[in-house]
Each structure stands twice: as structure tokens, then as C-alpha cells.
């Protein structure tokens, strides 16, 4: 393979406090072995997630200062309006001040009663905790090979389409608001969706006369894939595959902080003239007028600018391959990780890399935590941390389905050497990993303990 060169040149740098393994004992020692603890000062190469914590362009830095903060009317939205309605086709644009924003809007208006079902190929968590927050039943439908870490199947994000159906007909079409579809399915891996599977979930949806909704957050990165993977796009342009994938849906929800290449920002995109007039209400009641909805005018320049910069394929090029890049490395000395590499991040299998530490003293923790300690790498634990449960008649611990460790790659933001850097860590770490143990609680919040948990070792 030639050299991965990054497409960009650096003219501003943030520095990286260095930091030895005597004071990385001491530091997460005392954030009780919750890299949540951690000061951001403290950590040398953060793989903590990839949203909100890319690098902006010049041409973004330039853009902001041509924000203008008229609270109506602020030509910084007609810029930002324009350039998503160019990229997504849809009527109405709302900007939200980011992702889950525009969930809460979307579910608030679409939702008329209790009761119901919204299907995904996998809810990220604020979208199933903003469905079920309506009283609705959030249920994912990815494809079994969505299921499978070792399974190398190109579009492990498809909807199944049998599981679709009969949600529908179980549910019964009336109750089933909307079909939502994250591109590029970032809890089942950053796997990424196919066209022709979106056309046929658009078709299903329709056929039944429910709406089809996108989950936007990575949608150039799934873009990319589809020119690379599917048949009959190798010769279209990203910004080509990208509308044809919004063309097929009647909205979407959007993350900005991730392929809007800023660091704050979403919205919402709809065609339906009722429900946008119903989303807007709710935005003035919650995030302010429709021509800034949350956000400063500079962030609408910055976002406008960001939605097209991702479509440059130098750029995915370099981005998908830096992912891809990290993936081999660690397949290569053996390292399990969910296969294929996803858009965004490298998920690393705790459970078999550490198969001596059982799951009730939490793999994934470890191998977080050993990161740390070997490199002052953050990652994050999706194990049983973060989703397992306490069985509410004996106490005892349900485990999560899988014990991952997830290594987000910021946008622009790591060299090629940093990425190096990071493989080295797991050469180190691999070689000793016999040694490592678990983790046990000495506290956990009756909900979402993974941000407050406090851990000893065993
Ligand atoms: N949908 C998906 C697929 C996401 O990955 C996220 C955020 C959101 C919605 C919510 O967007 O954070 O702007 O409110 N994912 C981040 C992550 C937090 O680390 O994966 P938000």
C-alpha cells in the first residue's frame, strides 16, 4: 500500500503534554480508574469520540468571522440553509444547537401517542433514550452480520428487512411514527449502510405510509463506502452518492460535531410542511428562532463550511483509510477487533483479547485502563460498564452482549505517527497481557454509572 499522507498541511498546533508511566499510575489512580476523571491535560492521544473534536480548516476559522449573530434574519443561516438544502434536497432546514437536539424535536412532533414503535438499524443511545423518553418502544433491526464481530460482510449497518416487516405488522403500521436508519451505524461498529438497502427500507416505510427518517451524523462517511463497495457507484462523486442517499428519505437528524467537521451544531432537515411548522414551534420554545436555533451565527458559518469539505474525497480517502490503517495494524499482531474497520473507529473485542478476565470484573475497563497506564491513550469502554445491569431480585450483574473497547479517531486531528503511536501501545500490551486485571466497583450511580463509576482492581 502507498504511505497514507495526510491531505492537509498543519498551521496551528495544540501541544501534547507528555506524560510517564510513574505519573500515569498516580493520575488515574486517582480518577479511580474511570478515564472520565481524567483532565483532558493529562491525556496524550484521545480516542475518547469523534464528535466535536475535530480540526477546522482556514477556510472554517475564516468563516467565523464572517458570522453574523442578527438574532432573524443572520445571513450566516441563508449560507448554512443553502449549502444543506443543496446537499440533502429536503424543504425545510432547522438548525439545532446539535445532535440529540434535533432528536428531541423530531420524537416530540412526530409522536402524537404513547405506546408505539420506532424501528432502527441501531438507536444510538440519545436517540432511543429520546424515543422512549415519548413512551415509545425503540427497536433495532440490523442484519445479523451487524451482530457478528468477525463477520467481514461490506454493509453490516443494513436494516434486516423480514425484522422490519414484521415489527410493522406486529406493532400495526398506525403506530409506528417513523423508520429511522443511522448512517454509518455507529453502535453496531460504524458499519455502513447500502443504497439499495435504503431505497428498499424507503420502500417498506412508504408501502405502509410511514415516514423514513435518516440518523445523519457519518453520512459522508457511508457515502465513501458505498463508492468503494457498492456496485455502480465507483465512478459517481461523493456529494453525487450523498444526495442520492437523502433523496430517499423524508428527513433527517443530524450531528453536526461529527461529519459537519465542527465542534458544535446539528439539525433537523424535513420535507413535510406540518411537521416542520410543529418542530419549529417546539425550536423556539427550546432553542431559539429558527434562523440560529441554538447556535451562534459563526457555528452556521463553520457547519455550512464543514458539510462541504467532508465531500472532498482526498479528504475521506485519508479518514476511512486512517481508520482502516489502525485496524490492520492491530489485526496484524493479532488483536481482535470487530471486522470490517468502521467509518470512525476501531472496536477492539475485550472479551478475547483478555478471555483470563472474567465479565463481571469488566475486560473492556481493563483494557482501557491499560492504555492509559501504557501510552496515555483514552478510549472507551461499550461493555458491561456501560450496558450491563443489576438483576433487580438478587443483585447479581447481567453482563453486556459484548465487552468492546472503542478507539474514535478525531477528524484532522492525529498524524499518521500518532496512529503508529497508538499500534505500538497495543505491541506493548499484548506482550504482557496475561498480567492485566480486572475491575471491580466501589461505586456506581443507580443510572448511567459508567461517567461517575469508581473502580478498584482486583
Ligand atoms: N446519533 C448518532 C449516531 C451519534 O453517534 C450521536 C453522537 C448522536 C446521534 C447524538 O449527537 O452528540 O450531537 O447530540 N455520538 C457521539 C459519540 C456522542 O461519541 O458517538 P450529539
Redesign the pocket.
Known sequence: MNPLIEPFKIKVVEPIKMTTRAQRERLIKKAYYNLFFLHSNDIMIDM?????TSAMSDAQWAGIMGGDEAYAGSRSFERFEQVVKDLTGYRHIIPTH????A?KILFSSIVKKAGGVIPNNTH????RANVEYTGTTAEDLVIDEGHDPASTYPFKGNMDLKKLKACIEKAGPENVPVVMM?VT???GGGQPVSMENLRAVRDMAHSYGIPFFL?A??FAENAYFIKQREKGYADKTIREIAHEMFSYSDGC?M????DGLANIG?FLGINDDVLAQDCRNLLILTEGFPTYGGLAGRDLEAIAQGLDEVLEEDYLRFRIGQVAYLGDQLTKMGVPIMQPPGG?AIYVDAKSFLPHIPVNQFPGQALTVELYLEAGIRG?EIGSVMFGKKDPETGTEIPAALELVRL?VPRRVYTQSHIDYVADAFVRINERKKTIRGYKFVYEAPFLRHFTARFERV
Open positions: 475518547l469520540t469523534d464528535s466535536g446539535q445532535g440529540r437536539a432528536e444510538f443511545d440519545t436517540t443511522t451505524n455507529n453502535s440518523d451524523c457519518r437528524t450531528s453536526a460535531k461529527k446539528g470512525h472507551v474514535a
